[in-house]
């Protein structure tokens, strides 16, 4: 049997990671390979890992034919759905896939307009793929990928502007997306930068920046030229209020970051 393996499918969905593959690899060996690997003619779609090891090790495997491929944007659909469905993919691995597919629906849905009259715009819609037409909309591409809306525009922003190190600091788990798309609007140097100072530096710089976003708060108003020594008083009083209130945000702040910290080292351990 002649199984081709194409170097940008393969690389279509992110690869696993060593201890995955190794994890793989220990079951394979001690159970087979029970999967059978995906086909498209000669072309391998699916099962390219179990492949690799069966190959490596001498192990019997099963292919199977998918009939319903007509072109390779079927092909990259499916194996966007097939992985979009794994519990082991990430929430910014999901938001990637989904993202994919809509690019691909919204290509095929434009040239299915571009070739039909343009007094006939419902044949154009109709000759787009009904099964993934929904997927056009924010919110349902949010929904296969099973994320908010607005996580999945810090994805979009995160694939737009990160520089490749951030993008590797978010898959490996190490920076949230949330953080990741607040160090993704700095120049590339300092997101390089702050990958480079680890997870303590990362959450630092991140929080920064959201910090920088926030409006600059109203000076307080100075007391007029003729006050009386009440108003004066009142004066003095508003801004020691103010001031501590501010005392006590900033260590509202600094108890969420130590809270969240000692969450992550517990999860660590």
Known sequence: ???????????????????????????????????????????????????????????????????????????????????????????????????????????????????????????????????????????????????SSATLGQIEKIQKTAAPELVSAVKAGVISINAAAAVASLPGEKQVAAVAGGKKELRQVARQVREARLPPKPEPAPPPSDATPEQLEIHRLTLLVTRLTEERDQLKKKVQHLTIALAEARGEQ
Not at 74 to 92: A, K
């Open 1 to 147: 049997m002649t199984i081709t393996i194409n170097e940008d499918l393969r690389a279509y969905i992110d690869p696993l990671t060593e201890d995955e593959y190794a994890a793989l690899e220990r079951s394979l060996l001690s159970e087979g390979c029970r999967d059978a690997l995906v086909l498209w003619g000669d072309l391998l779609v699916d099962g390219h890992n179990r492949y690799s090891i069966c190959q490596k090790h001498g192990i019997p495997f099963n292919t199977v034919q998918n009939q319903t491929f007509q072109s390779m944007d079927d092909v990259h659909l499916w194996m966007i759905d097939n992985h979009l469905g794994r519990r082991s993919v990430s929430d910014f691995q999901r938001g990637v896939l989904a993202l994919r597919k809509k690019e691909i629906v919204a290509a095929r849905l434009a040239q299915a307009q571009a070739q039909q009259p343009a007094a006939e715009p419902a044949a154009a819609e109709a000759a787009a793929p009904s099964s993934t037409a929904p997927v056009l909309t924010r919110e349902a591409v949010a929904r296969a990928a099973r994320v």
